[in-house]
């Protein structure tokens, strides 16, 4: 059986196919064309937006491997639709950008629909995490084998 359903892996794929098109059709032309010198935050968003948009291409192939790339997009839209849409929005200071901005992101709220919650608990939660440093056998022994030694 497989741990992810095909079903699941097709709702991954139509997510990342959502991010591809939609960044295809609306940023990606426009940060290609441009030339000459950008703002330094308009040059990172560009850069961030199209490596997104690659990273998701790949995500069409293999949706489970490229799941952080989802997780990111998730927690930084909600951050940001917590900490500067629902403040300004609350204090009736939203401006176009900012309403632009939070219409963009409320996509998000589809995301944790097609995620595959229970994949993502066993593979980054619950499995053990990678070692912090070499294993001691591999240079000569374990330390007990040291001690007998010395």
């Known amino acids: 059986m497989r741990e992810v359903s095909l079903l699941r892996l097709y709702l991954l794929r139509a ?3 959502l ?3 939609g960044l295809g059709v609306f ?3 426009s940060i290609l064309r441009h030339a000459g010198q950008r703002e330094l935050a308009q040059g990172i968003v560009d850069a961030m937006l199209l490596a997104f948009w690659l990273l998701c291409i790949v995500g069409l192939r293999y949706p489970l491997r490229m799941l952080p790339v989802l997780l990111w997009e998730l927690v930084w839209k909600v951050l940001w639709l917590g900490m500067v849409a629902w403040p300004a929005w609350r204090a009736g200071t939203m401006d176009a950008a900012t309403a632009e901005n939070t219409f963009n992101c409320a996509f998000v709220v589809i995301m944790p629909f097609v995620l595959p919650w229970g ?3 066993r593979h980054y939660l619950r499995a053990p995490g990678d070692p912090w440093r070499a294993d001691r056998s591999a240079f000569g022994g374990t330390p007990e084998r040291k001690a007998a030694e010395a």
């Open 15 to 17: 997510m990342y196919l």
């Open 19 to 21: 991010v591809v098109g």
């Open 27 to 29: 940023a990606v032309p």
């Open 119 to 121: 994949y993502l608990v």
